[in-house]
């Protein structure tokens, strides 16, 4: 569910015209609803009330500092994969020990911080890893609490780039090496073993891959505790899907409560849930304008002000949002375009033969489904501005990130004084 709605022929966020926030703050632009992303922290929130629960909310999903002080007033733990992601965290008010990192790559800069800030868990994915970490926390006298990410061979996504749990892929401990590591943790000065975390992919849309892989965790755990392992924790990762088009019908966050619920059984566990799409996704939509109408060789071309530096889905995975126009047109006649940007590359498209009532030069359009993995991968390619971020509360709008101007762009570069001279 989300809060964007047809009122009359006119699109809205919440209480808000989307022409109106168009006209205020000019286009590309993302546009989040406050409501959904309470909402559907809420819906997670209480399909998993009767467990000890801490819901990490994945910073990578959308990053932006208003939409992660939103969550951190619902309660809202987070997952962190950088520095920058942690700093962000803590920034917006989510406490330290909600936060758990995760990441294949962790800097010794990055531990550190972590360390000094006192977060909730590491989720290790390496032996090196393991004994840096140990390192830096014996070194300040402390023990940091870790899960080992395991990889549990169950291979699961919307597309093959946002799946991580097969044997090939770069995440986690391999699963046959698992007990041996933890036991090799346990003797080293600066490391608590906690918990286990697992995470297999992104867009999961039936969670029967989901139970594989929760079923061998908790076999795990239980043969880690019959080692005299201490596991207090299970990290359950996230990638449970979003609708994305009408006629989507991913599971729900009570289906996968119940799963989850029977996959534990009387297993006492914390279980952390990492979200980010499933809270954010339908949050956000992404609004651009028609600048030309172009017809070439047979085919029709929308071309938009918005580019695949704005949102990457389509280019990096072959992702198709669904568009609608900000104003319904008069006439029901439908034509057939390829959505495309700006950008010079010919990846720079967002949908191929896409069916739609017909439009025009300055029409208004509207990606739905935009709130996750949209702004937070954009880039300045073709020295295109980051487009600005929009969050709406009710009839309430605020401006929570601006596109740079050009100079802003350059600031951070300089010319060689021997070029000049």
Request: negative net charge; charged residues 25%.
């Amino acid at each position: 569910m989300h809060h964007f709605e047809y009122r009359g022929d006119v699109l809205y966020c919440e209480d808000v015209a989307i022409p109106d926030l168009a006209e205020t703050y000019g286009t590309p632009l993302y546009v989040y609803s406050t409501a959904t992303l309470k909402r559907h922290y809420r819906v997670l929130s209480e399909a998993f009330e009767t467990q000890s629960c801490l819901i990490a909310y994945s910073v990578k999903a959308n990053s932006n500092l208003a939409v992660l002080a939103t969550l951190a007033s619902m309660g809202a733990g987070a997952d962190v994969v950088s520095g920058g992601e942690l700093y962000r965290a803590l920034k917006a008010g989510i406490p330290a020990e909600k936060i758990v990192f995760s990441g294949v790559g962790k800097s010794v800069s990055e531990l550190n911080a972590a360390l000094d800030a006192g977060i909730h868990q590491f989720n290790v994915e390496s032996i090196p890893e393991l004994h840096r970490l140990s390192r830096l926390a014996e070194a300040r006298g402390v023990k940091a609490p870790i899960a080992l990410r395991v990889n549990p061979h169950v291979a699961a996504g919307g597309h093959a780039n946002i799946s991580t749990g097969a044997a090939e892929h770069k995440f986690g401990i391999a699963w046959h090496e698992a007990k041996d590591i933890y036991k090799e943790a346990m003797d080293m000065p600066g490391i608590q073993v906690a918990g286990v975390d697992v995470h297999i992919g992104s867009q999961i849309t039936d969670i029967a891959p989901m139970r594989t892989a929760f079923e061998k965790v908790v076999g795990l755990v239980r043969e880690l505790r019959d080692m005299n392992i201490p596991i207090e924790r299970i990290d359950l990762g996230g990638g449970l899907g979003i609708p994305y088009r009408d006629g989507d019908v991913p599971a729900s966050p009570s289906d996968y409560a119940a799963m989850v619920r029977d996959v534990l059984g009387d297993l006492d566990v914390q279980v952390i849930l990492e979200p980010g799409r499933m809270i954010a996704g339908n949050a956000g939509i992404f609004i651009s304008r028609v600048e030309y109408i172009k017809e070439r060789d047979g085919r029709r071309f929308a071309i938009l002000d918005a580019g695949m530096n704005d949102l990457m889905r389509p280019a990096l995975y072959q992702a198709v949002h669904e568009m609608k126009p900000v104003v319904k047109s008069a006439s029901d006649w439908t034509q057939t375009y390829d959505l495309v940007g700006p950008i010079c590359e010919s990846t720079d498209r967002f949908a191929k033969d896409y069916e739609t009532t017909e439009l025009h030069e300055g029409d208004l359009v509207a990606f739905m489904s935009a709130g996750a993995y949209g702004a937070v991968m954009s880039n300045q390619y073709n020295t295109r501005p980051i487009c600005a971020e929009v969050l709406v509360d009710g009839e309430q709008h605020d401006l929570v990130r601006r596109a740079p101007t050009f100079e802003e762009i350059v600031s951070s570069e300089q010319i060689p004084k021997w070029i000049t001279s």
